[in-house]
């Protein structure tokens, strides 16, 4: 079976000229389903430039991502769009929408879901937030939220659109201890049950364990399979 | 296929962006709703107007008007032989003619004695003149000499002719320095033109113009056999009568007089500027609006775009707010120009109503109006770039 996520000798650059920086040098990691996958490494090494690359959100300059097989590396706005759908993304800004309430904004993931009547997706974003422990808060706007309990929106809205490939940015950051780790445990489980790779961004040391496989990066570059999970 | 929309329906993002920021839609509604008013107030008075300056032609018992090609406008009739009107009988389709004699006199005030202009026609109290047979009744009033109607809705500046006359007082006033007494009041209405009416037999307006030539009428009605075609037989007629008189169906003749008032005069001009302005003003306000709620929301609508939201379906909501406007920032202009329009009826007596045509005009302008700016607001999407959102 192919992996859901596979980067072949992945080179980026920004800017042009003198002013020319390559962020991401030969950059070859695959995620297979089921897979989590935790990304470290210090900030502006090009982890973010990354989960855009293979979120389809920014055009591929060299080398190759492959999501779910298909290429994304001169692929058309049409496809990255059809892809995008495929793969959750949890953000670190989470980007709630203000004028919606908890429950609103994880049925905006919900409803991104094809033929399902609306009460299915209503009771699917419900769902999604009990499992994030937010089943009293589903009428709150993200205003009357503290930080952790948008980031569990976040969280919850990605889940709720049924993604086969999850990239997160440092989804714990926010959460107290015990909070991160029921999500990056929900996450796992996710990963688990319904055959969705996982790929996450994290500085956080206390779930560093629930990986299946590390991956640190350093100025652009991989070192794959460095830490031995202990 | 209503239970399958129902089912399919989606979170109303566009509904729920204005109602959560309740001061920003409260402006923008004023804005529009002040543009809408702004509308209504300008077409109305125009509308009004046009038709304030027809409202004697409406009224006359004719399918056909002869006047003289010199004249321009009702404030400006010129003389045509009478003999015309006759020769006209001569048409096996003319079954009935009425002379009129139309000018503008000075009034004079019989309370203050200040002058004023009022419409006068003068006809044979025996001839129908207009449409409503109440007037046949009280045309007989007109018999004796120096006998005048007065028009009840004229400006209250002609003195409170009506108010005494009803208590039981004789009314007399003085016209070219004649004296008259008002035998009856009818019900006619003002225009442009005219600040009041009034009906006199052909005898008495002769008396208070000494110096109309003898057999010179302003206006002449010609009446047509039932079924007949006013077009074909003012063809014929056209073609019989000399060139010393023009020829007009009863809708001709209120266009003649309503062409008068748009082309000749700026009322038209000012009019539709002014909701030309109004219009303007509802765009600049609209697109402001979105164009801000646009540029709050862009990290969020990228967002959206991440997650695989088309951008024609994001469109779609800056689209829906600006029908939402439209929609909600009309209500209140339709009910405030209703308002205004009853106040403009009282003190200007000039026939301003809210009509089917004007009502959807001035939707169309708004919904144009929102429409337009939610089409501008929306090229500030484009900014939205999802690889911003990390």
Not at chain 1, 92 to 119: F, I, T
Not at chain 2, 203 to 230: C, K
Not at chain 2, 292 to 305: G, K, Q
Request: hydrophobic content about 45%; aromatic content about 6%; proline content about 5%.
């Amino acid at each position: 079976m192919a992996p859901m996520l596979r980067l072949c000798a992945l080179k980026h650059h920004f800017g042009s000229g003198a002013m020319r920086r390559q962020v991401l040098i030969d950059i070859s990691l695959s995620v297979e389903a089921g897979e989590v996958v935790l990304l470290t490494g210090p900030s502006g090494c090009g982890k973010t430039t990354l989960l855009t690359l293979i979120g389809a959100l920014r055009q591929v300059q060299e080398g190759s991502v492959q999501v779910f097989g298909e290429e994304l590396r001169g692929a058309s706005a049409a496809v990255r769009l059809r892809l995008r759908r495929r793969i959750g993304m949890i953000i670190q800004g989470h980007n709630l929408l203000r004028c919606l309430s908890a429950e609103q904004n994880v049925q905006m993931g919900a409803d991104l879901l094809e033929g399902l009547s609306y009460r299915a997706r209503r009771d699917r974003s419900r769902e999604w937030l009990r499992a994030v422990g937010l089943q009293d808060h589903l009428d709150k706007l993200p205003h009357d939220l503290s930080g952790g309990q948008k980031q569990r929106v976040a969280i919850a809205r990605a889940l709720a659109a049924r993604p086969q490939l999850l990239l997160a940015d440092e989804p714990t950051a926010s959460l107290d201890s015990r909070t991160g780790r029921e999500v990056v445990e929900l996450l796992k489980g996710l990963a688990k049950d319904q055959g969705c790779g996982v790929l996450m961004v994290t500085h956080d040391p206390r779930i560093l364990d629930v990986a299946d496989r590390l991956v640190q990066m350093e100025d652009g570059r991989l070192s794959q399979g460095a830490y031995a999970i202990d | 296929m209503f239970a399958r929309l129902w089912q399919g329906r989606r979170i109303p993002l566009a509904w729920l962006l204005l109602t959560r920021q309740p001061m920003r839609l409260l402006v923008a509604l004023a804005g529009i709703a002040f543009a809408g008013i702004l509308m209504f107030m300008q077409l109305g008075f125009r509308d009004g107007l046009f038709d304030a300056s027809v409202t004697i032609h409406r009224l006359l018992d004719a399918d056909l008007v002869l006047i003289s090609p010199r004249s321009s406008s009702s404030v400006s009739m010129a003389g045509f032989p009478r003999r015309r009107l006759v020769q006209a009988m001569a048409d096996p389709a003319v079954v009935g003619i009425t002379p009129v004699h139309w000018n503008l006199l000075l009034w004079r005030n019989p309370e203050n004695r200040a002058t004023r202009s009022i419409l006068t026609l003068g006809f044979e109290p025996a001839d129908p003149l207009f449409t409503d047979p109440s007037l046949a009744r009280k045309a007989k009033l007109l018999q004796d000499r120096g006998r005048v109607l007065f028009d009840e809705l004229s400006r209250p500046e002609f003195g409170p002719v009506a108010a005494w006359f009803r208590s039981g007082r004789t009314v007399e006033s003085e016209i070219s320095g004649q004296r008259v007494r008002v035998a009856g009041l009818v019900a006619l209405g003002t225009s442009f033109g005219a600040d009041g009416n009034l009906l006199t037999s052909h005898e008495t307006y002769l008396r208070l113009l000494p110096n109309t030539p003898p057999g010179s009428i302003e206006v002449g009605l010609i009446r047509l056999t039932p079924g007949s075609d006013p077009a074909e037989v003012a063809a014929r007629l056209k073609r019989r009568l000399p060139a010393d008189v023009t020829v007009l169906t009863k809708d001709g003749f209120i266009a003649f007089e309503q062409d008068y008032w748009r082309s000749s005069t700026s009322i038209g001009f000012i009019f539709t500027l002014g909701a030309a302005m109004g219009f303007v003003v509802g765009c600049v306000i609209v697109y402001q609006i979105l164009y801000s709620d646009v540029s709050d929301h862009l990290p969020e609508y990228a967002t959206l775009m991440a997650m695989g939201y088309r951008l024609t379906s994001l469109l779609g909501v800056v689209a829906r707010e600006g029908l939402l406007l439209a929609t909600f920032g009309y209500l209140p202009a339709y009910a405030a120009g209703q308002g205004l329009y009853l106040v403009v009826r009282n003190a200007t007596q000039l026939p301003v109503t809210m009509d089917t045509t004007r009502a959807l005009t001035v939707f169309i302008m708004i919904l144009v109006m929102c429409m337009g700016s939610a089409l501008l607001a929306m090229r500030k999407l484009a900014d939205a770039d999802p690889a911003e959102i990390f």
